[in-house]
């Protein structure tokens, strides 16, 4: 009788331990995917402002090389489609909706022959951005 108790016992530590060990690695998994989000958010938020100065200088060269507003402008959409597939915090993705639409106003202005538009609205949202992903 004590040798089945003993091993009834044994097999509860057993489960029990088996159990706290799925807890442990579901929550160190959760936590990582969390700061992996977030480190994507920052990097994402980096290039994206990378590519607003880019913009700003193909503002400024316009006259130039007219090409140069468009490519920026499509560098933006890139990013901002890609931080919006990576997170699901709203924020982040009320942000990335300012910054969308700010480039879509430039994008318009462009379209209407303006060269040189104001590209702040776009600078403004990128900052907001880059704020929200700064953990």
């Known amino acids: 009788m004590a040798t089945s108790r003993r091993g009834l016992r044994s ?5 029990a331990a088996a159990v706290a060990a799925v ?9 990582c995917d969390a700061v992996s989000k977030a480190l994507d958010c920052v990097q994402t938020a980096d ?11 193909a503002v400024e060269g316009a006259a130039n090389d007219p090409t140069q507003l468009e490519e920026s402008l499509d560098s933006i959409d ?3 489609d890609e931080i919006g597939d990576k997170t699901d915090n709203a924020d982040v993705n009320k942000a990335v909706d300012d910054l969308n639409k700010a480039v879509n106003n430039v ?3 462009v379209k209407n022959g303006d060269e040189t538009p104001d590209i702040s609205p776009v600078t403004d949202a990128a900052g907001e951005l880059t704020k929200v992903c700064t953990p």
């Open 23 to 31: 807890a442990l690695t579901a929550g160190l998994t959760t936590g």
């Open 107 to 109: 994008r318009t202005a």
């Open 47 to 57: 290039a994206i402002a990378d590519s607003v100065t880019d913009l700003q200088q």
């Open 11 to 15: 097999r509860i530590t057993i489960a």
């Open 78 to 80: 890139k990013n901002l």
